[in-house]
């Protein structure tokens, strides 16, 4: 399987840039005429990508062409978040995207802001991707596929010709176990194990921020574990709601979902340390039982777990590099991450959702 990939930058958003990437990662394939292309633009061409599309439609010579344009763009060689660019990546014989034929195809599965709709999240069959855009989900975002401008907004397609391993990486560090939520109202969390709220989480905060008057709700997360609660942690089966505000008053904290009483709840706090860790026990899980390498990786972090995050280094990109070397990746970041956890499909926050994609003849 050929693939390779492209990045161009610039000080304008020139189509040129598109035409650039994808023609570097043809000559690093040594492709004449890609199968399919993957055309990531950062949002400097947001307002009309239609020149950009055509340019590297017009390289490739293939009209498969998909993407979006997002806040920034990246590759296993560099990431750009402050300058226009265009990443691309370019797939051989053997590999295409299509439609899905039925539902229990994976879809990789891009989306504008505006154009999110839980309803059609959770229908269909199981998704991974992500929500272009960027920390405010305003702008105007495009996403297409086919070389055409999406009206809608989004798009679904399934990889066929090679086989699918999906991880993602939330990458917090829990600072208390799972306990039983016994109170809460509508967004409200009221009382957990027994104690109020702000005591449970106050009690468990690391000593130079355990005050209630500057409780830094930026980095605080609600976590809720599924399945056995044995190792849930360890195995990643949480979801994440972040913490909104903590009310004095009442002693409740406010978390950006509902949960239900009953359900067992743990305190975490972002982390660049945890999540470096997690990303590298992510790609562990992932690969395991894999005696050969990918041959590709789709990559969709969220733009809070980006260079800012890990103080101007993207870690996850690293931690991905320095396991498979020169691998072939692309990617975006977003304000979502699209994966499928717990028997459905979730839209996720600060976390990395990651696809590995493998030749379909290889042996594992």
Not at 135 to 159: D, E, F, I, K
């Amino acid at each position: 399987m050929k693939v390779a990939t492209g990045l161009a930058r610039g000080r304008t958003a020139d189509p040129a840039l598109a035409a650039k990437a994808v023609r570097a990662a043809m000559e690093s394939a040594g492709l004449d005429h890609p199968q399919a292309v993957l055309l990531y633009l950062t949002s400097d061409f947001a307002q009309d990508p239609r020149a950009a599309m055509a340019a590297a439609t017009r390289t490739a010579g293939c009209l498969q062409v998909t993407g979006c344009t997002a806040a920034g763009v990246f590759t296993e060689a560099d990431w750009v978040l402050d300058a226009p660019a265009a990443a691309a990546m370019v797939f051989g014989a053997g590999m295409h995207l299509h439609p899905a034929r039925d539902e229990t195809e994976t879809r990789l599965t891009l989306c504008a802001p505006n154009a999110l709709d839980l309803h059609w999240l959770h229908a269909g069959g199981p998704r991974f991707g992500g929500v272009s855009g960027d920390a405010t989900g305003r702008g105007p975002y495009s996403v297409w596929t086919g070389a055409r401008r999406q009206p809608s907004g989004r798009c679904q397609l399934c990889l066929r010709g090679i086989e699918l391993r999906i991880g993602v990486s939330q990458g917090i560090h829990p600072i208390s176990l799972p306990a039983r939520l016994d109170q809460v109202q509508g967004h409200d969390i009221r009382i957990v194990g027994g104690d109020t709220a702000l005591d449970s989480l106050i009690r468990e905060l690391p000593l130079p921020i355990r005050t209630s008057e500057h409780i830094p709700t930026h980095l605080l997360l609600a976590g809720v574990t599924y399945g056995q609660r044995e190792h849930a942690l360890d195995e990643g089966r949480f979801h994440l709601l972040p913490v909104v505000g903590v009310n004095i008053q009442d002693a409740s904290v406010t978390v950006a979902g509902r949960l239900q009483a009953g359900q067992e709840l743990f305190w975490a706090l972002r982390q660049p340390q945890a999540a470096e860790r997690d990303m590298a026990a992510m790609l562990a899980r992932i690969a395991a039982g894999r005696c050969d390498s990918p041959a590709f990786a789709l990559m969709f972090p969220c733009l809070g777990r980006g260079p800012w995050f890990y103080s101007g280094e993207d870690r996850d990109i690293h931690v991905l590099v320095q396991r498979y070397p020169e691998l072939p990746l692309i990617g975006f970041y977003g304000n979502g991450e699209i994966a499928h956890l717990d028997g459905a499909n979730r839209l996720l926050q600060y976390s990395v959702v990651l696809g590995l994609g493998y030749a379909a003849d290889a042996h594992v």
